[in-house]
């Protein structure tokens, strides 16, 4: 896998490029800029919930320009992630730079942190649109996404924006999709004592992806996939941290 960004090595860029290497993360790709890293300051209260703070200091060096010298790694990828923690002009370049040469990469575009809009023409560029309670609240204009039967009116919404599967996570309420037929599915997550939910959702996201990517598990139907991710998710909640939470392997 590779990850495309930026970084300062004096200001914690180096222990980050460090973690991702042994990790087996090509970071040919993470341009050093001037300018702090990008920094998350996260706390966690008594019931396991979290609030994060962030700056996006280097991760907004991406830019137009950067994704087109990306290459091959890019262009030839089987599936690619973005979010909104780098310059939407990156987002909207990579996924036109994809559907001119990889029609078959499978685009995931999570939408956070939350934002209150974003360009008409980026949702039909995109494979799965999945987003949060409350990014799916700040982005659609909706009073409430709190329960299945409301975050599936969500993912409705978003596919009749055009992305080919809208999908909304609920926390410990799981996920609920709706597909490229217009199906909805919710997919419950295991029941588990959570003592730091920070990065779940970054896991989820992690793990369907690695299944689709993968030769074999890219075979697995779409909710068999979601459920993996699930229980991916639900197991790094039982960790503290949010990295160091994740889970290096999952069951089938």
């Given at each position: 896998s590779?990850?495309?960004s930026g970084i300062n090595a004096e200001y914690g860029g180096d222990n980050y490029m460090e973690n991702l290497k042994q990790v087996g993360v090509n970071v040919s790709h993470i341009e050093r800029v001037e300018g702090p890293s990008g920094v998350a300051t996260i706390t966690v209260d008594d019931n396991a919930?979290?609030?994060i703070v962030i700056v996006g200091g280097a991760n907004n060096s991406m830019s137009r320009d950067r994704v087109r010298s990306a290459g091959k790694p890019l262009t030839a990828s089987k599936v690619v992630i973005l979010q909104n923690e780098i310059p939407l002009e990156a987002n909207l370049e990579t996924l036109q730079l994809l559907d001119e040469s990889n029609k078959e990469c499978i685009t995931i575009y999570n939408a956070a942190p939350a934002v209150e809009s974003l360009p008409e023409n980026l949702y039909?560029?995109?494979k799965i649109f999945c987003?949060?309670?409350s990014e799916a609240e700040k982005l659609l204009g909706l009073p409430s996404v709190k329960s299945v039967e409301e975050a599936a009116n969500a993912a409705g919404i978003l596919r009749k924006r055009g992305?080919?599967?809208g999908m909304v996570t609920l926390g410990a309420g799981g996920v609920v999709y709706q597909d490229e037929s217009g199906n909805t599915t919710h997919v419950k997550c295991p029941k588990v004592k959570a003592v730091d939910t920070t990065g779940a959702g970054d896991a989820f996201i992690g793990a369907l992806a690695c299944l689709m990517a993968d030769k074999e598990d890219g075979k697995l139907d779409f909710r068999h996939q979601v459920e993996i991710a699930c229980s991916v998710a639900s197991e790094s909640v039982t960790r503290l941290g949010t990295q160091s939470s994740y889970p290096t392997s999952y069951t089938r």
């Open positions: 590779y990850l495309s919930e979290n609030c039909s560029l995109v987003v949060n309670e992305c080919k599967i």
